[in-house]
């Protein structure tokens, strides 16, 4: 095969490294040079094509053979290590990377696929061509080694806004959202959270981020102001209206009927009332309109050209 026929390491579904120790013991690895990865994947190759024409009469059955190439062949990475560098033979431990679920099948048939990697090594590097630059004499071993966990470069933010979920908006604890079940309704929802707010539903915050989009039509010296449950008082009573948006000097409560007012009709018209005798009118939408981009949209219309009068 001429040079430019050769495959190139990239089109492998593997990478080739050496791995050392250091005076504490701790691991470190090179990627192999393009001479030593060649060699290494010629091993493995005639390895597999061992373990297809020997394999059958170990284990009698052609599906366990081919079971073991399919697991062999997603391996991710082969670490070559000298484990006995003050002999004459290198002594060299391969240790197979592979996936989780591939794990098994190569560890029970652990002594085939040795056996077959050494044979392979003596047939690519024969003896009389005198100490072989990468043998199997260390063995064969199978691992699996974990992604690592991938954190998002703002989860401080995250954090911050999971601690401030524990309370309200104005700091109080909010009523949270109730989950119906067979038995009734469980005490507790998770809430939403979004630019340090809490939110108790998807629907107030489908509103919210309506509401914060159309803010943007506005002058920065005469916009819209957007309190998600702010925490509110009137004539011994402590609740939180679901949105209160405000506008020179203006103001207009929006309530969210979902899974939360269910079954407390009296409680709702009661709560009303009273941000009313405050001097708030109010504009209800149900939740499973909230669901739908076009009514959300049409309910921010209706409740800007209240407060507002007209479009800016």
Known sequence: ?????????????????????????????????????????????DAVRLIISDGLDVLKSREAVWAIIYHLNRTIKIAVCPTDTDMRWSKHLWELIVPEE????????HTLIEICFEKARSRIFPDWMGVPKIDVDGGIKFSVRPDPVELPMDWHVKIRQ?????????????????????????????????DTFVFRS???LAIYRELKRRQKEYRLYETIGILPLPGMRVSGHSFEPDILVTYRGRVIAIEIDG???KGKWTEDKTREALIRNAGIPVERIDAADCDSPEQVKAFVDMILNRIVGTQP
């Open 202 to 204: 998807t629907g107030e």
């Open 162 to 194: 999971a601690l401030q979920a524990r309370g309200g908006n104005q700091g109080r604890d909010v009523r949270r959202p109730r989950k119906q079940t067979e038995s009734g309704y469980s005490p507790s929802e998770p809430m939403f959270t979004e």
């Open 259 to 261: 899974v939360y007012h």
């Open 102 to 109: 591939s794990l098994p099948t190569l560890t029970e048939n």
């Open 1 to 45: 095969m001429s040079e430019s026929e050769t495959p190139s390491r990239a089109d492998r579904d593997y990478v080739a490294v050496w791995q050392h120790h250091d005076y504490h013991g701790e691991p470190s690895e090179v990627e192999m040079d393009e001479d030593a990865a060649d060699d290494v994947h010629l091993i493995f190759g």
